[in-house]
């Protein structure tokens, strides 16, 4: 298996520190408001590297954290009246349902900021300690050129940066460079008790502290939004490394940029979407098949017309999937012919071309191709004469795969109610009367009902609209 590694720019051969066994910290969200679509895509990736590791047998730790202190929080507080505590139960639950939602496991842990101010104190201390931070008037800030190698992870020259500094310069820093650890409060802020200062800490010594507290001092993946290289990543390493003395990250990945209609998404713009806004208008599972027909590492652009595709081909594959159920209800069970044996072989050699995509740097857009590959030979190959045998594991290859990129195709059929029951029969009588008027709006009937009805040569089928 080999990993894009942004720290190397170049595909490695993925070796855990553990054998058998992978450590992996994603950046989770800072919980102030309902995540949005470019929110989802690391959420929706990670989520399937994660599934694909244990898929090939690997014990995942996986950690994500959520910020529940800061800046917008706060002001998000503010604005409402009531306490930032309240602010982030809020989103925290929001956030868990449309995880939920979009098929996405809950981590192993998901840490939350304020429940471990303690290990980022003691971290902050032992960098005073080893002089790579210092306090000033209750500020602490790290000596970015204490740290050799800054800008490692960015490609970025630490001469260039202070030059083109758009980074905020102050009285108290030592260097322009130089980046906050632990502040104070000011009026009305949550704070907590510190050698320096009642205060809270700064942003990137929350993953730091979390990483390290879930995983260890050594970590297999870091991942997160390709906005979090500079400077979220980059102080990760430099604190994290000054600390422990120790290689941080093996392997670091980044997904690209979301983009709406070929345009960054922002506020202003009027083209933000939060994951409920597009959840209102498409099944979440749209969205999240949607995000995997791009190689994570792409930009992707978010557009109705690519959303519609990706709804229709989801569907396709689901008919597949229900189409070889019924199949396999009225085929026979007996050996399989020659041609039969060939067949599966074949399907056997797409399982692997589907791996063989996954282990290249999980590219799941030709993973999906491999899937569609299955789904086409199925469609054109197999009917009611086929063995029940083929019929039943050609499905489970087409299911068992798409559940690797979370991703249910197999829809269980629900029971009708007694009306609807009633409905369908009364039409199938019309039918058989030759009542087609009465027959037809029976269907419409259903219709609005939202059942749709697929006269097949095996007998009538329903589905949800």
């Given amino acids: 298996m080999k990993l894009y590694n942004t720290l190397t720019k170049k595909k490695e051969e993925f070796k855990p520190i553990e054998e058998g066994k992978v450590r992996m910290y994603v950046c989770g969200p800072t919980v102030y408001n309902y995540i949005h679509i470019g929110n989802a895509r690391p959420m929706i990736m990670f989520d399937t590297v994660r599934r694909y590791f244990e898929y090939k047998g690997y014990d995942v730790n996986y950690v994500s954290n959520f910020t529940d202190v800061d800046d917008k929080i706060i002001k998000k507080a503010v604005e409402e009246g009531v306490s930032t505590t309240e602010i982030t139960k809020r989103y925290i639950d929001a956030v868990k349902e449309d995880m939920i939602n979009l098929n996405v496991m809950p981590a192993t842990t998901h840490p939350l900021a304020t429940q471990e101010i303690p290990g980022m104190i003691e971290m902050i201390q032992t960098l005073i300690e080893k002089g790579y931070a210092y306090e000033k008037n209750g500020t602490v800030y790290f000596r970015t050129r204490s740290f050799e190698g800054y800008g490692r992870l960015s490609k970025k020259n630490i001469d260039d940066l202070e030059a083109g500094a758009r980074i905020a310069v102050s009285d108290e820093k030592e260097d322009p460079m130089d980046f906050v650890l632990w502040k104070p409060k000011k009026e009305g802020e949550p704070y907590w008790e510190s050698p320096w200062s009642q205060g809270r800490p700064g942003w990137h010594i929350e993953c730091s502290v979390m990483s390290k507290k879930y995983l260890g001092e050594q970590i297999d993946i870091h991942a997160g939004g390709e906005d979090l290289i500079f400077p979220h990543h980059e102080n990760e390493i430099a604190q994290s490394e000054a600390a422990n ?8 990945l980044h997904n690209g940029f979301l983009n709406i209609d070929n ?17 209102a208008e498409y099944p979440y599972e749209v969205l999240r098949f949607f995000m995997l027909n791009v190689h994570y590492r792409s930009p992707i652009n978010f557009s109705r017309e690519l959303m ?23 085929a026979e069970t007996r050996e399989l012919t020659e041609d039969e044996k060939t067949f599966l072989d074949s399907i056997v050699t797409l399982k692997g071309k589907f791996e063989a995509a996954m282990d290249d740097d999980f590219n799941t857009a030709d993973a999906i191709a491999a899937i569609f590959e299955m789904v086409k030979a199925a469609n054109t190959n197999l009917s009611a004469d086929s063995a029940k045998q083929l019929l039943d594991d050609t499905k489970k290859y087409i299911v068992e795969l798409t559940a690797v990129l979370g991703v249910d195709v197999d829809v269980k059929e629900e029971l009708l109610d007694a009306e609807i029951e009633s409905l369908i029969q009364d039409r199938q009588d019309a039918r058989k009367n030759r009542d087609f008027a009465k027959a037809d709006e029976i269907r419409d009937l259903l219709l609005e009902k939202g059942i749709i009805l697929e006269d097949t040569r095996e007998g009538v089928r329903w589905k949800r609209a």
């Fill in 245 to 252: 003395g120790k290689n941080f990250t093996k392997y670091w």
């Fill in 263 to 279: 345009k960054k998404m922002s506020k202003s713009e009027g083209n933000f979407f939060t994951v409920r806004e597009v959840g």
């Fill in 308 to 330: 519609e595709s990706a709804k229709n081909a989801l569907e396709r594959i689901k008919n597949a999937v229900s189409n070889l159920t019924h199949l396999s209800e009225k």
